[in-house]
């Protein structure tokens, strides 16, 4: 690559808990000898992933050429925080050879991609390819479409109730804007789960999108990487549901932050978060917790009711040994009870 050769950049995106992260894990460790650049967008205030990759030990990309944007959707503050990450990425000597762009589980893809037409950036960066991740098992479930039966009885009761569903409208702004779409914990689900899901997405989209299936985001970088699509060049071929919108928000959603003290039985926890899950139709927790007399690290994770914990580092002696989860769900999510549930109980 000359110096005058534009960047490529890749645009990671899909909903709350799909996979993104550990999608991005794989591309580190296959990176080829490759200098690679991330930008970490999270929707709560506390960088959960950009921690993760950070621990990732992987010498294609150096910790400072992480960039963690917390508490927002760079799809919504491009001016104020996307284009400076830019320009920090740019600035690094060498420069890296491929941005890769993790966007929140949140974000709508195809504004960030206008981003890339602005002439500041058009001139210097490319739009290598738009990945879609794809949660299959909570597709599956059902958790990014309505009940068919249930909805036309609302209809049925009163015509005039709106029946928009936010997690299926960002849903399908993920994939309508996508290059390649990977179909993730295909480990999950049946087989016939797989050829229905990959149906229909195939169906809701206008162009002819390559839908990968796999385990645990195990996709080498060779297959992500070098997609040239050249996105920013097309996107009049990527429809969305706020293309008539002059700007858009994501008031349909909210996040909260749990402070915990250190814990004695992460099983207790556990059974108390998929309480806390059930009762108030959480999307998503991830954070780091400290269980007493363990030198490691505890990292916590839930999709909807699948939820899992693992150790990933021991405590640097220099941190504060400080427990943070970060709850995230549909608006109304109601803080004081969930907050009461999980820092009285005894763990």
């Given at each position: ?67 963690e944007l ?164 097309d996107l ?84 504060p040994r ?26």
């Amino acid at each position: 690559m000359t110096s005058l050769a534009k960047i490529p950049a890749t645009i990671i995106t899909g909903f709350l808990g799909a996979g993104k992260t550990t999608l991005i894990r794989h591309i580190l460790a296959t990176a080829n000898g490759r200098r690679l650049a991330l930008i970490i967008n999270e929707f709560g205030d506390v960088g959960i992933d950009g921690e993760i990759l950070k621990t990732c030990g992987d010498l294609a990309c150096r910790e400072d050429s992480i960039i963690e944007l917390a508490n927002g959707c760079i799809c919504c503050t491009v001016a104020d925080d996307f284009l400076p990450a830019i320009e920090r990425l740019l600035a690094l000597d060498p420069r890296p050879d491929h941005i890769i762009i993790e966007t929140s589980g949140l974000a709508l893809p195809k504004p960030l991609v206008k981003a890339f037409d602005w002439p500041s950036i058009r001139s210097r960066l490319t739009v290598d390819g738009v990945i879609a991740v794809v949660d299959g098992a909570a597709t599956a479930d059902g958790r990014f479409a309505d009940d068919p039966a249930k909805l036309a009885r609302q209809r049925d009761a009163d015509p005039s109730i709106e029946h928009d569903n936010p997690l299926e409208e960002v849903f399908e702004d993920q994939l309508l804007c996508a290059d390649l779409i990977i179909l993730n914990k295909a480990d999950l689900i049946s087989e016939a789960e797989q050829a229905q899901i990959t149906a229909d997405i195939a169906a809701q989209i206008p162009r002819a999108v390559k839908i990968v299936a796999a385990h645990e985001g195990r996709i080498d970088a060779r297959v992500l990487l070098g997609l040239y699509a050249a996105a920013e060049d097309d996107l009049s071929a990527r429809p969305s549901h706020h293309d008539a919108e002059s700007e858009h928000d994501h008031d349909d959603f909210e996040s909260i932050i749990i402070d915990m003290g250190a814990i004695e039985d992460s099983a207790a926890l556990m059974r108390q978060l998929a309480e806390v899950v059930e009762r108030h139709d959480v999307l998503r927790i991830k954070g780091f917790l400290e269980l007493r007399g363990k030198p490691m690290r505890l990292l916590v994770q839930g999709v909807g009711k699948r939820l899992q914990h693992s150790f990933d580092r021991p405590w640097r002696p220099d941190e504060p040994r400080r427990g943070r989860l970060v709850i995230i769900g549909e608006k109304g999510l109601d803080a004081g009870s969930i907050s009461q549930a999980l820092t009285r109980g005894e763990f």
